[in-house]
Structure formats: structure tokens, C-alpha cells
């Protein structure tokens, strides 16, 4: 398995990387033990998953298994470069709240970020990244949020993901898959047609691939951009 730089980082991630979506819902959790062991057997060190995934609105089902998978040692968490993601509902159903409904807001960030270490049974995330925009909410309340985790030394990496709509480097005709640009912040401005709005305040990190088939893992493939 050839690894490379994450983006313009000097983190090195394998060029596949698992993703996690169906952990749970569509996948067992001992296939879902076994296909990480095997991953990580094969040399896929970039692991990708979401609080929402699972399909059980505020449970963080998959990040749960993550944890598990984890807590059974043997390097498992030291030799993973982890991603997840913020935003989507995690209020439980029986309680809402407007506060931990979909959203970036500081509180929700920094919140579910405490909620997604616990479940996952780690100290740190390496790549946590906005799983869609909150036009609602400022950009600097965001950003804020973002980097008091990576002083705390919760996070390592945040960054942003956005899909340009009619836009794919590398175009699959495969149902269920697509492209997204990651982006995290950076005083440099930058040129780049697929920067989002206030794009003085962000640098390109990289470019993932994505496909899922029914029942299965979803594989993610990353390259610099």
C-alpha cells in the first residue's frame, strides 16, 4: 500500500482510505472488527467515519464500534490516522435540541467533539472536518471552535468538505459515488476556482474519491492537490 502526504500536511495516510458509513446499519459488528484488523493487515492507516453514521439519530452507532475496535489494543488507535465529521442531527429523537440539531455552532463543535473522542475511547482526532456548511453561523465562531480543540489537543487537522456541484476530477459512473474538495483554513489566499466563498481564509488539503455498494465499506481514495 503506498502512503503519502495528507494534503500539504506531514501526515503520511495510506491512498485508500476505509470509510465507515455502514458499520452497523448494513454491516455486523464482528465483520465490521474484521475488516478493520484486515485494513489495517493491508496497510489502509486512514480511517474515515461521522457521528451520525449509524442510522440511530444521536447514538453515534459507528464511532461506537470505532471505540471498540480500539479499546482491543495492540497499537490499534497509534497506527490509524482517524477522520470524523460535525454537523448533522445528534439530538436524540425522545429530546430535541435545537443546540445539538444540525449545525456548527461553538457549543455544538466543541460538544460533539468531547461526545465523538468518548465513543470512539481516544484522546485525539487527526482530520475533523465539517461535514456540510452552516450558513447560519459565522465563519470566525467556526474557526474559533476549531482551533481551541487543536490547543486543547483534541483535534489535529480541521477542515471543511464541499462537493462542486457538476464537478469531478476524476468522474465515476458508479451509482452512490462522487468527489469532494477538503479544506481547512489558512491566512493565504488562495486561486482555485473550487475554494468556497470567503476563500482568503482557506488552503487546499486534498481531494477525496468516494463509492459505496450495498452491505459494504465505503473506500475512500485521497491524493494531493
Known amino acids: 500500500m503506498d502512503h503519502v502526504s495528507l494534503g500539504r500536511t506531514g501526515l503520511k495516510v495510506s491512498r485508500l482510505c476505509l470509510g465507515t458509513m455502514n458499520f452497523g446499519p448494513c454491516t455486523s459488528e464482528p465483520d465490521s472488527l474484521r475488516i478493520m484488523d484486515r485494513a489495517l493487515d493491508l496497510g489502509i492507516n486512514f480511517f474515515d467515519t461521522a457521528d451520525v453514521y449509524g442510522r440511530k439519530r444521536g447514538e453515534g452507532v459507528t464511532e461506537q464500534i470505532l471505540g471498540r475496535w480500539f479499546a482491543q489494543g495492540g497499537d490499534r488507535r497509534q497506527r490509524v490516522v482517524l477522520a470524523t465529521k460535525v ?37 485525539w482526532i487527526d482530520l475533523y472536518q465539517m461535514h456540510h456548511v452552516d450558513r447560519a453561523c459565522p465563519w470566525d465562531e467556526v474557526w474559533q471552535a476549531m482551533e481551541r480543540l487543536v490547543q486543547e489537543g483534541k483535534i489535529r487537522t480541521s477542515a471543511r468538505r464541499i462537493s462542486p456541484p457538476g464537478i469531478s476530477p476524476r468522474p465515476s459512473t458508479r451509482p452512490g459515488s462522487g468527489t469532494s474538495w ?14 468556497p466563498s470567503n476563500s482568503r481564509c482557506f488552503r487546499p488539503v486534498g481531494t477525496s474519491a468516494w463509492g459505496s455498494s450495498p452491505g459494504a465499506p465505503w473506500r475512500e481514495a485521497s491524493w494531493r492537490e
Open 182 to 195: 477538503v479544506w481547512s483554513r489558512n491566512r493565504a489566499s488562495t486561486t482555485s476556482k473550487h475554494a
Open 87 to 123: 454537523f448533522g442531527d445528534m439530538d436524540p429523537p425522545d429530546r430535541p435540541d435545537p443546540n445539538f440539531a444540525r449545525g456548527l455552532s461553538a457549543r455544538k463543535i466543541i460538544l460533539a467533539c468531547e461526545n465523538s473522542l468518548r465513543r470512539m475511547q481516544t484522546d
